[in-house]
């Protein structure tokens, strides 16, 4: 049996990529790479430490499923989705109509109690004693629109 070079070549190659890999999955201090594991609520954009009061804090409108805000830090518009097990995070993609692309999932805090009902289009939240209203994604899209209206242009020619 004749031992070819090449293969062995590969061989010593794929190694040395195995243990490039390995060693990169290591570094930054054993966190978890996987963003679906996040025990945190981070923002997806600029990964700042959220938590849900600070989401409701920031909220802008809700949907069925999603409630939209502002993250406190980079102002980016992002939702999160309290399940009943877990809260989802993510970003809103570039349409017209609400549409989450989630990002992670991250664990309710222990003991944690949250309260809501939606009344004539606007959702209640209650977190510890604390109250959140925030208005469906169609009652705040006609509020912009008649904000815009009372805008004039300034200098109008009659
Ligand atoms: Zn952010």
Redesign the pocket.
């Known amino acids: 049996m004749e031992s070819n070079p090449s293969l062995l070549l590969s061989l010593i190659l794929l190694w040395l990529i195995w243990r490039a890999f390995l060693f990169l999955k290591k570094e930054p201090g054993n966190k978890p790479r996987n963003p679906k594991s996040n025990p945190e609520i981070v923002?997806?954009?600029?990964?700042?430490n959220?938590s849900i009061e600070k989401m409701l804090d920031a909220s802008v409108c809700f949907e069925p499923g999603a409630i939209v805000f502002d993250?406190?830090?980079?102002?980016?518009r992002?939702y999160f989705s309290p399940y009943e097990n877990h809260i989802e995070i993510g970003r809103l993609g570039c349409s017209p109509v609400l549409d989450p692309i989630p990002f992670a999932n991250s664990d309710y805090p222990e003991n944690f109690k949250m309260k809501s009902e939606i009344k004539n289009g606007v959702l209640q939240i209650q977190v510890a004693g604390k109250e959140w209203r925030v208005p469906s994604v169609k009652i705040f899209l006609e509020e912009s629109r008649s904000k815009a209206k009372t805008i004039k242009p300034r200098a109008e020619n009659s």
């Open positions: 923002c997806p954009t600029c990964r700042a959220l993250c406190p830090d980079c102002k980016d992002i």
